[in-house]
């Protein structure tokens, strides 16, 4: 029982990070490429579609959501970012818990991160595909449904452009995208007639396959092999890539922002309390729950600890500074949305696009669909970057198979094999899965790492007080203990049935971890005595 528990000492993982070679991560980013990373994984198409359904929580008070929602992760990003320059070795939070709660919690964490990493990465290539759809609309033209989304999401596609034709028809003066609206289509397309369902297959228009309709999200498959081929080339060109796209995204936002300000009526933010947050401080905290996942993706910066040129310097810089960017601008929309539309009028679906397009605004609204498509685009590149330097983390310690997922390429200086897996195995799961229930595990498992992370820099600081800390998180406990009731807090507002897929997902890891990796341990075979590659089962 004690080796569960065991920890990897500090001098073994400093000696990790000062490993070179060609078969060890090229460190080549600097301070702006890693800032740009955690950009790129916060800002996108989040903040161009919860801000509508936070609004219908928080009112106004929207602004404060994503102010306790930056918080949170604020109160993290600084125990991060002690973290990161203190052991600046690929794993995130897995490598930190490691080094303070000990194997069995390590094993938990990083399990908890490949669910989040790569839900996430799924979410975003089938979210990407939608906006792509989208985009190829605004040039008039028409992807066919059954290529364009998973069958059953494909087919509720269907349902619902006729539920909408039915809509228009019956209930012509209700608005399109208000509560009343929806809660109408609503049970429209859960109640479908025989007649809606035959006119539904005909919009479907899928081949038969063994007398079953078949359904691929083709864009959300292919922008998951290019991402990941980019990935595979090498850091450096991940870098520049992303960097491309972010100062796009940023400049797309800052557009939203300078003309959405024209149109704000300051009358819509209300006139107390109870006018600027109409469900109280519980409202303000649904909200920021729900637009939590707007945030996620920051903690993918310290995954490349590995690959900075000096991380115990430019680390911290890029955690604090791209959390920073991102809470000002997330802030700022929020203003300009609910300024610009009475929070009762929100449009759930897409409420900064509809917000401008009631304003005659149509151009402006193409330009968003836009932004959200490059926003997404270096979220996927960024979710699946965490995802491949955890499991490279978590094999080079012997807990997954060495040979293949911590195997780096002598030419381009990536874990190329394991890239290339996760990357596929996104494209098919968001090709062929309606993931949107699934999505919704990102978020409990990014806060409960956030947790974590708190609770391992308290930890740190009584095991190892006088260890020199390039960077240290101010005001411990004060911080870390803030991180833990802020994010437990919004744990807990997502409901148990998210609870309940995250147990469910750590029990599967708990038969991985029992079946194979308590033999191949680095850390108990060292703690033995034995040579790496001897199976231990005590």
Request: aromatic share 12%; proline share 5%.
């Amino acid at each position: 029982m004690s080796m569960l528990f065991a920890k990897k000492s500090m001098e073994v993982l400093l000696e990790e990070s000062r490993a070179e070679g060609a078969h060890t991560l090229e460190r080549c980013l600097g301070p702006f490429q890693l800032t740009a990373l955690g950009v790129g994984a916060v800002i996108g198409a989040g903040i161009f579609v919860m801000a509508g359904l936070g609004a219908h929580y928080a009112g106004p008070g929207l602004m404060l959501s994503f102010v306790l929602s930056g918080l949170g992760c604020g109160f993290a990003g600084l125990c991060y970012a002690e973290f990161a320059a203190l052991i600046p070795l690929a794993g995130s939070a897995y490598t930190y818990a490691y080094a303070t709660l000990g194997e069995l919690i390590a094993w938990i964490i990083g399990w908890d991160l490949t669910l989040e990493y790569a839900m996430g990465a799924s979410t975003v290539s089938s979210g990407w595909s939608n906006y792509f759809v989208e985009v190829l609309d605004i040039i008039h033209v028409k992807f066919p449904l059954w290529l364009a989304y998973d069958h059953w999401t494909a087919l509720g596609k269907a349902v619902e452009t006729v539920s909408r034709q039915v809509m228009a028809i019956n209930y012509p003066a209700m608005l399109p995208g208000s509560q009343l609206y929806l809660a109408q289509l609503e049970v429209l397309k859960m109640h479908p007639t025989a007649d809606m369902m035959a006119r539904a297959h005909q919009v479907l228009g899928a081949p038969v396959l063994f007398g079953h309709e078949i359904g691929f999200n083709l864009p959300a498959f292919l922008i998951a092999l290019i991402v990941t081929t980019v990935l595979a080339i090498g850091i450096k060109e991940s870098a520049k890539f992303n960097t491309g796209i972010v100062v796009a995204k940023v400049a797309i936002v800052l557009f939203v922002i300078f003309l959405g300000a024209k149109y704000v009526h300051p009358g819509n933010w209300g006139h107390d309390w109870h006018t600027f947050a109409p469900y109280g401080f519980s409202g303000i905290g649904a909200g920021a729950a729900y637009i939590f996942f707007a945030y996620i993706g920051f903690d993918a910066v310290s995954t490349t600890a590995q690959e900075a040129k000096n991380p115990q310097r430019d680390l911290p810089i890029g955690i604090i500074a791209s959390l920073a960017v991102c809470t000002v601008l997330y802030i700022a929309v929020a203003a300009v949305l609910t300024g610009m539309v009475p929070w009762q009028s929100v449009n759930i679906e897409a409420p900064i696009a509809r917000a401008f397009a009631d304003r005659n605004l149509g151009w402006a609204s193409d330009i968003i669909t836009l932004g959200a498509l490059a926003g997404l685009t270096s979220v996927m590149l960024v979710m699946l970057l965490g995802e491949t330097r955890v499991l490279y983390a978590m094999a080079s310690d012997g807990l997954l198979p060495k040979k293949f997922f911590a195997e780096v390429h002598p030419r381009f200086r990536t874990p190329f094999k394991n890239t290339f897996l996760v990357g596929t195995l996104a494209g098919v799961v968001g090709a062929l899965t309606p993931i949107d229930d699934i999505g919704k595990m990102v978020n409990i498992g990014t806060l409960l790492a956030f947790v974590i992370v708190c609770i391992a820099i308290m930890i740190l600081r009584r095991t190892e007080p006088d260890r020199p800390r390039p960077f240290r998180t101010p005001w411990v406990p004060l911080v870390p203990v803030l991180g833990i009731l802020f994010n437990g807090y919004m744990m807990i507002k997502l409901g148990w049935l998210n609870w309940a897929r995250l147990i469910i997902w750590l029990i599967i890891g708990l038969i991985v971890y029992f079946s194979y990796s308590v033999k191949h341990s680095r850390v108990r075979l060292r703690a033995k005595g034995l040579p790496e590659g001897v199976e231990t089962l005590h």
